[in-house]
């Protein structure tokens, strides 16, 4: 018998998807597996987590610092 937290995962990723739509984020699979900022190879277990990403964590955490403080 399924619980609350299997029945919850398929909601959650249509949720994400809706909120990338909305916000004009990209929602499909990167297929270029360099970082479009540094170049460098975007490691196996950041695109199996996220499968959109364009970028390394090291180049995402600057351009989220970035846009961190555009905002205030």
Known sequence: MADIAD?????IEQ??????VRYGLPTGVATDPDCEDCGVEIP??????APWATTC???QSIRDHKA?????
């Open 44 to 49: 196996a277990r950041r695109r199996e987590a």
């Open 68 to 72: 961190k403080g555009m905002r205030r």
């Open 7 to 11: 029945n919850a995962g398929p909601v």
């Open 15 to 20: 949720d994400l998807a809706r909120s990338l």
């Open 57 to 59: 964590v090291d180049c």
